[in-house]
């Protein structure tokens, strides 16, 4: 089971190309949004959206790897992506437009991943694209379809 785990408006833009690679995922993947927080003070709104993501992941994923996807993180190729979540329960987060406490979350979950696809910004509509392109890639890649050639 894979879970992304967003802060995020919403991905107007590029829901019908998640809609397609969740289908062809089928139960294996779910996705999980998260509001973001209104406020002018950035740090507080890195805090709570923090807070929130923490909440949800002790509340529903305690027991999944947990991944946090971040600029930072270390860049993974699809091969690298495969193994680490291959049979395993993962919980993929993307942080809101601010990010989030590194830290705080390091602090909750010490065995936390922290990954890359690149040392890019991008919408988190297009992360959470990417991402759920890169699991169904990784899905082929388990039963040996040509898709990731």
């Known amino acids: 089971m894979f879970v992304i785990l967003s802060v995020s408006d919403g991905d107007k833009h590029f829901a019908s190309a998640i809609a397609e690679y969740a ?3 089928g139960n294996t993947v779910k996705f999980e949004n998260l509001k973001p927080f209104k406020d ?3 740090s507080l709104i890195i805090q709570r959206e923090t807070k ?3 909440q949800v992941i002790e509340k529903k994923y305690i027991n999944f790897q947990k991944i946090l996807l971040i600029k930072e993180g270390k860049e993974l190729s699809t091969e690298e992506l495969h193994m680490m979540i291959r049979q395993k329960d993962t919980v993929c987060i993307i942080g809101g437009p601010y990010g989030v406490e590194r830290e705080m979350i390091k602090e909750s979950f010490p065995k936390i991943r922290e990954a890359s696809f ?3 910004t991008m919408p988190h509509g297009l ?3 990417v991402l759920t392109e890169q699991l169904y890639r990784c899905s082929t890649l388990d039963i040996w379809k040509n898709y990731h050639y």
């Open 23 to 25: 289908k062809r995922l």
């Open 40 to 42: 002018t003070n950035r």
């Open 52 to 54: 929130n993501i923490l």
């Open 118 to 120: 690149w040392k890019i």
């Open 127 to 129: 992360a959470k694209l």
